[in-house]
């Protein structure tokens, strides 16, 4: 679970004013724990980088996500507890860009030989020209 744009901002008010979000993030089940997220979130701040964005942002609400983007982020910025209900809490992480290493882990490419992949790189709704809307 993501929240929009919008609905982020009212949870935090004021603290993600002009910051890029990298929206929904998700490797099907069948090819996780491959390196193929690691792959993607390497090439967003690669992009990011190169377009000189400096900041950004991510949240989510479900569990598993949050246990990985703990240990590639480290801890969030902001929980929001028991925002999708008791125990289901929500998590944001605002990261600077020239201060996230790349990771460099094995990936093994033949198995996706036969597979095309895209990567959507957008602003969020309601930004525009480097302010929320």
């Not at 993501?2 to 099907?28: M, N, Q, R, Y």
């Not at 090819?31 to 989510?60: A, H, P, W």
């Not at 801890?75 to 999708?84: A, I, R, S, V």
């Amino acid at each position: 679970m993501a929240l929009s744009a919008t609905s982020l901002k009212k949870c935090v008010p004021g603290a993600l004013d002009g910051w890029f979000e990298i929206g929904t993030v998700f490797v099907h089940p069948d090819y996780q724990g491959q390196g193929i997220g690691t792959l993607l979130l390497n090439v967003m701040l690669l992009t990011l980088r190169n377009k000189g964005i400096q900041e950004f942002c991510l949240d989510s609400g479900y569990a598993h996500a949050q246990k990985i983007w703990r240990k590639k982020l480290g801890d969030p910025d902001y929980c929001l507890k028991d925002y999708w209900g008791k125990g289901a809490d929500h998590m944001i992480w605002k990261r600077r860009t020239n201060d996230m290493p790349l990771i460099l882990e094995m990936i093994h490419f033949n198995k996706f030989r036969n597979h095309n992949y895209v990567l959507v790189i957008s602003r969020p709704r309601g930004f525009s020209e480097g302010h929320w809307t």
